[in-house]
């Protein structure tokens, strides 16, 4: 650092404002100094700067499964966020999401000595874990799990989604509305099939009408077969998520039974391909990058020791050619 100073005419402290974005450097000697670097070939040492300032510019980002698309969309707006601020990103995949992992993950950051860490945490366990491992770091809970208000936390709204597919589907005369859900420990899945539960019409049987699924297409395949055996099969199904919704689209195109106007079909998510389906899905579209974003920010406000507070990014309903006025 004392090099680019000297080059550049400025203090090494000037040099360090630059290198931090401080606001106080006029422009013409941001340039001096950026042209000083670049000459100099100069690269800043985190670790020494680590030491004086006591804060790395890192965070560290822990998540239950990578292969999902909610995860993977969100970790894109962490990561673009946190270098929008000056920050990069140290990411752990959780393989169990049990104590003991979740322990070994967050100790690993610790040494890496990050400013913060965000924990998308699909399970209980996970959520659990994660709040008993960071005590005493700024945390961000990325969960559908109550708020405990000792965390920032935050999630797309589960619930308010479910509500405006079950209004779409009540409101085209349906009263037989079938659930595929999730797996049973995932937090997303039971915010889902809680809110299903609470918008069924008077009187619908419950236990009749509900498969559990597990993410995948061949869940929803296998399910929806099930429920087509039952003695009243519904006149409309929702799929927890999209996946499982294409497999619900191919049993019952299988089983010749046009969609929507023998059973209309709705998912969750809007992946990639929800609009090419046969017929194209209706859907909750889910903006994760908004959700990393905001996760984001969030941590920043822990950092800066403000408190705890809740987050619930919205969602929209996507009608497409899935659904249709009950027959």
Not at 49 to 65: C, D, F, P
Request: proline share 5%.
């Amino acid at each position: 650092m004392a090099s680019v100073a000297a080059a550049a005419g400025v203090s090494q402290q000037t040099v360090s404002r630059v290198l931090n974005n401080h606001p106080s450097v006029s422009a013409k000697t941001k340039q001096k100094v950026r042209e000083a670097i670049e000459k100099m070939q100069y690269r800043p040492n985190p670790a020494a700067r680590a030491l004086v300032t006591g804060n790395s510019q890192t965070i560290g980002v822990l998540v239950s499964s990578t292969t999902l698309s909610g995860p993977a969309g969100a970790l894109l707006g962490i990561e673009q966020m946190a270098r929008a601020r000056g920050y990069w990103v140290s990411m752990a995949g959780l393989q169990s999401g049990q104590p003991i992992e979740v322990a070994d993950v967050v100790s690993h950051f610790f040494a890496q000595g990050v400013d913060g860490i965000i924990a998308i945490a699909q399970t209980q366990i996970a959520v659990d874990a994660t709040v008993k491992a960071c005590e005493g770091i700024p945390t961000v809970l990325v969960t559908s799990g109550p708020f405990s208000g000792e965390h920032h936390a935050l999630d797309i709204d589960q619930a308010d989604g479910v509500r405006q597919l079950m209004t779409l589907l009540r409101g085209l005369g349906h009263r037989r509305i079938a659930h595929i859900t999730g797996p049973a420990d995932d937090l997303h899945a039971n915010a889902r099939a809680d809110a299903w539960r609470s918008c069924l019409p008077d009187g619908q049987s419950i236990e009749d009408l509900c498969v559990q699924g597990d993410w995948s297409a061949r869940s929803g395949y296998s399910a929806t077969m099930s429920l087509l055996t039952r003695d009243q099969p519904p006149t409309a199904i929702f799929a927890g998520n999209d996946r499982m919704a294409f497999g619900v689209l191919r049993a019952l195109n299988e089983c010749g039974i046009s969609v929507p106007h023998g059973i209309s079909v709705v998912g969750f998510d809007d992946i990639e391909g929800s609009d090419c389906s046969i017929p194209p899905l209706t859907t909750i579209r889910q903006n994760h990058s908004a959700l990393g974003v905001a996760a984001m920010e969030l941590l920043l406000e822990a950092i800066d020791g403000q408190p705890a507070r809740r987050l619930q990014i919205p969602s929209q309903l996507v009608v497409r050619a899935s659904t249709a006025q009950a027959s």
